[in-house]
């Protein structure tokens, strides 16, 4: 969610000049539920509880504009701290605004006329002042029973408190009054930070609850991270933001909206735009200064301390982390006891807080960071100094950050060797992210000898392609090897680790392979570095090379994995030669596979075992081998739980979700591809496929234009800086649109842009997808020559292949070839398609095969052969389209029912879903929020406009919506 409307005791960023504000409320939906289901049934009592900033005043405002409380009046009152308050002023300021309701009520009874002296906006509509009284105690009662007289004259009202902390003590006693006897058509609602109340109690211990009130407390805590990404996302109009950046944003911030938005906009650039992806964003989130409202109410609460207990804040800010009561008596110098009282102090004052148990810190980053520059630099050196000391005596030493303070306390050396010793550890226990960041800011130290730079600089390399923030880690590999003091004996290792980031990264492909050939040449005395950048250069799937050239490759590696006594490099090139020649279809290629052990001794061992059976699986997903690429990457995954290995996890679970596409598993899967897409965005490897996955459902959904979005995003466009296996079904499921678009010229001329890149790189295995539907492609426009010479060659190129998915293509292809003569060969080709890619299991292929065989059958008039009518097949397979998803498909096929008026009654006969969606409606309230007018939905689920017309009005009434935008921005929320 956004901010809160603040009131005039909270900062108004409002004045700012470049306002950042959510446009929808985000995490609160719970609350808001509870909210609104207790302000329907007055009389009702709210409390809503939350600290500065968390969003109460815009969680009430969004139940305030539900349609469900429409028609009830709304009262605003605002409570401010002010030193001499006005008793009662705050709702007496909200009553000043029923005058022009109060001629519409009831009679007012004599006790009302209490109010004129008070609400003199209201003279002439209420009743005249009854005589005064003598005693103050009955005349405030009086008063008290006037107020409850005019609200219950004013009918369904909510009555709204804001900052109840700040109210007097008059207000409270006023409200308590209220709550003892409610008028019957009120909803009292007030907010207030429990921080800032006595005991946490808005009312005071006086106050009591009355029987069977209708009453609940609501408190509105920090959003998590998934919720900062969202408000985030929101704030900036919808922009993605990576989940990294959302991560450390939510480190920052604490989760509170007001300071999230405070915090975007000291990070808007000069033209308003806040970078929310990469490495320059990361960067600048961590050195955004302290927003001014920010600092200046942290530093407000801060001169509110006695000496000792600012002593001990600014302790815990140079501390960095939440510590103990004894750690920060020790770091300030004051006795147990002067430290705890120190510390109840600042708890009190709401600056610390306890984050765990006996544990105090900050609430958030920020406002640690706020209270840290406060102190000046030699105290800074000294505390700093005095943690570092602390820490050197826990075991185990916490390696991190001993070497942060070290650093800030200027003791170079030992900043040194505690950040190595960090880097060091983290590596061993699987920690990439951790090693390499510390390496890195070891390594910009401008007075490190060219020893520790090339000592360093090896670390960072054997560590860099392990870990998922390799773009960061590209700009470091690249800057050291244009690093002077970088020694030549190293140089060929830190450019074999560049080529292989480069490799996952969008536009990199050709440098990286560059690079990799460089590395060779400055490796010619490191021979096993050497075979593992030749290695990489096998990997068929990169670039658009050859496959020629990838087995020159491979033979060179296999040719030295089968000369090495060493197991462990044995392993690690096995885990890339193996999968690669299995890639490609080599029929031996099971028989290396074999060579690879159970088990492993050591971390490395494991993580390249790990990595041999993740690409395996890889590789079985491409080529046809669906349940063994299942056992692989089981295996796979469980290793990889062991041995920490984040970029490998991050190929296995795109692999799965391939796995889940191909197998029909379609349940959840677009929701979760979409996740994985987001988190993985910069890996190249793994964002094309996922985006390729999303680009095919997209398509069978009938989802035209989100389809052709995410098939761009494979890297069609530029096939020597992509995945080669990604870019090739990526043309597949285009012409596949295409064709059922009706677009079967343009299908045809995408169809020949992925046959360039198969016959360019001899990737025909890779073509199990694209060769029936150029062939189809062909067939529409008149090109049969084209079609029989695409099938010929592609028969002859995977003859002798291991190669099952494009074995289950081929029969398709001569299928359609016979179609097209009229050959009676057709219906046995079709049928073998079917029985082959059911066999696979490849669920939504052996569909599309078996809707050819009876579009053959059904336009020769011939039955199956276990005698069942087209009709009825023709209805089984919308069936079966239907329960995975592909609504296009099911849709034709109920279509060529209709066509030839063989309308297939359902089992159980028509359904009523009364008030609930159909499942037709729910295809059509999906398509409206995909932005497809009624014409092309009538296309894609083979309707009349009229009949969309009628589903999406029945749509409408059924949601109770009133357009098409309301119906995205239901589907959305939804």
Not at 42 to 47: D, Q
Not at 308 to 334: H, I, M, Y
Not at 804 to 816: D, S, T
Not at 820 to 833: I, K, L, M, P, S
Request: proline share 5%; charged share 25%.
């Amino acid at each position: 969610m956004g901010h809160e409307s603040r009131s005039a005791s909270e900062p108004a960023a409002s004045r700012a000049p470049m306002r950042t504000s959510s446009p929808v409320l985000i995490g609160r939906d719970q609350e808001l539920r509870t909210l609104v289901e207790c302000a329907e049934r007055p009389p009702s009592t709210i409390f809503v509880a939350g600290e500065a900033g968390i969003g109460k005043t815009r969680i009430v405002h969004e139940v305030i504009e539900r349609p469900r409380l429409s028609g009830k009046r709304i009262l605003l009152a605002h409570c401010q701290a002010m030193r001499e308050p006005f008793p009662y002023g705050a709702i007496l300021d909200a009553l000043r605004e029923v005058g022009a309701s109060l001629p519409h009520t009831r009679e007012l009874s004599p006790v009302a006329g209490a109010l004129r002296a008070h609400l003199p906006e209201l003279t002439n509509l209420l009743p005249p002042p009854p005589e005064r009284l003598d005693d103050a105690h009955a005349e405030r009662h009086r008063l008290f029973r006037a107020v409850r007289e005019l609200l219950d004259a004013l009918g369904h009202t909510v009555l709204i408190v804001e900052d109840l902390h700040c109210a007097d003590e008059g207000s409270r006693d006023l409200l308590r009054f209220l709550m003892s006897d409610m008028p019957r058509d009120l909803t009292l609602l007030v907010t207030y930070r429990r921080e800032e109340t006595p005991g946490g109690i808005p009312l005071g211990s006086a106050y009591r609850p009355p029987f069977n009130d209708n009453g609940v407390t609501v408190e509105v805590g920090p959003l998590d991270v998934t919720g900062v990404q969202q408000l985030t996302g929101a704030i900036l109009g919808d922009r993605f933001v990576a989940p990294d950046f959302a991560a450390r944003l939510h480190e920052r911030t604490g989760g509170i909206p007001f300071v999230l938005e405070e915090t975007l906009r000291a990070l808007r650039n000069s033209a308003g735009v806040v970078q929310t992806d990469g490495l320059q964003a990361r960067r600048l989130l961590d050195e955004v200064e302290v927003p001014a409202l920010l600092r200046e109410a942290c530093l407000d609460r801060l001169s509110r301390l006695s000496n000792t207990a600012r002593s001990v804040t600014r302790a815990a800010a140079v501390l960095g982390a939440p510590a103990s009561t004894k750690l920060l008596g020790e770091l300030t110098e004051l006795s147990t006891p002067d430290a705890r009282a120190a510390l109840s102090e600042a708890l009190e004052a709401g600056v610390l807080l306890e984050t765990g148990e006996s544990r105090y810190g900050f609430r958030h980053a920020l406002a640690r960071q706020a209270v840290y520059w406060t102190l000046s630099g030699p105290d800074r050196e000294r505390l700093h100094a005095r943690t570092a000391s602390e820490l050197a005596r826990v075991e185990p030493q916490p390696l991190v950050r001993l070497a942060e303070h070290s650093r800030k306390a200027g003791a170079h050396d030992d900043w040194l060797r505690y950040a190595e010793a960090a880097s060091d550890r983290a590596a061993e226990l699987g920690d990439a992210n951790t090693a390499t960041s510390t390496l890195q800011e070891l390594l910009k130290e401008a007075e490190l000898a060219p020893t520790d730079v090339g000592r360093l600089a090896v670390k960072l390399s054997r560590v860099a392609y392990t870990g998922l923030n390799q773009h960061e880690v590209t700009a470091a590999l690249e800057r050291l090897l244009a690093d002077q003091r970088l020694p030549d004996s190293v140089r060929g290792e830190v450019r074999l680790a560049l080529g292989l980031l480069l490799n996952r990264q969008t536009g990199g492909v050709e440098s990286g392979r560059a690079a990799l050939i460089t590395a060779i040449d400055e490796l010619d005395e490191r021979p096993q570095l050497r075979i593992k950048a030749m290695s990489v250069l096998a990997l068929p799937y990169i670039g658009d090379v050859s496959l020629v050239e990838h087995r020159s490759w491979m033979s060179k590696v296999d040719e030295a994995v089968g000369n090495t006594t060493d197991a462990a490099f044995r392993v690690s090139m096995l885990a890339n030669n193996a999968p690669a020649q299995l890639m490609i279809g080599v029929p031996t290629a099971w028989r290396v596979i074999e060579r690879l052990p159970s088990g492993a001794d050591t971390h490395p061992e494991q993580r390249d075992l790990t990595r041999a059976h993740c690409n395996i699986a890889d590789s079985c997903s491409w080529i046809g081998y669906y349940e063994t690429a299942r056992d692989y990457l089981s295996r796979g995954i469980r290793l990889a739980d062991d041995c920490g290995a984040p970029f490998i996890v991050s190929t296995a679970r795109a692999t799965r979700a391939h796995l889940d596409w191909i197998t029909g598993h379609w349940q959840g899967l677009a929701e979760r591809v979409r996740r994985l897409r987001d988190e993985y965005r910069d890996l190249l490897p793994v964002a094309s496929e996922l985006s390729l996955i999303l680009g095919c459902l997209a398509v069978a959904g009938g989802q035209w234009q989100r389809a052709a979005q995410y098939l761009d995003d494979t890297g069609m466009a530029e096939p020597n800086n992509a995945y080669a296996p990604v870019v090739v079904n990526a043309h597949a499921a285009k012409v596949r649109m295409l064709m059922a678009q009706g677009e079967h010229y343009r299908a045809t001329e995408v169809a020949e842009r992925g046959m360039r890149l198969v016959r360019r790189k001899e990737a025909w295995v890779w073509a199990a997808e694209l060769m029936p539907a150029a062939v189809a492609a062909h067939l529409r426009v008149g090109g049969e020559s084209d079609a029989v010479e695409l099938t010929e060659t592609f028969g002859t190129a995977i003859a002798e292949l291991d190669v099952p998915a494009a074995a289950a293509a081929l029969p398709m292809c001569y299928g359609l070839l016979a179609a097209r003569r009229g050959d009676d060969r057709a219906e046995e080709h079709f049928d073998r398609a079917r029985s082959r890619a059911a066999a696979l299991p490849a669920p939504y292929f052996a569909a599309l095969a078996a809707e050819r065989l009876t579009r053959w059958r059904l336009e020769h008039a011939r039955a199956g052969c276990d005698g069942a009518d087209p009709a009825s097949t023709f209805g089984e397979l919308a069936e079966e389209f239907d329960a995975l998803g592909a609504t296009h498909d099911a849709a034709r096929c109920r279509y060529v029912l209709r066509e030839h008026g063989l309308a297939r009654a359902t089992r159980c006969g028509r359904h009523g879903y009364g008030e609930k969606l159909s499942p037709r409606e729910h295809e059509v309230c999906r398509l409206v929020a995909d932005g497809h007018r009624n014409r092309e939905i009538a296309r894609i689920l083979f309707l009349s406009s009229r009949t969309v017309e009628q589903h999406v009005a029945n749509v409408l009434r059924k949601l109770k919506l009133d357009s098409r935008e309301q119906i995205r921005k239901h589907t959305l929320d939804g």
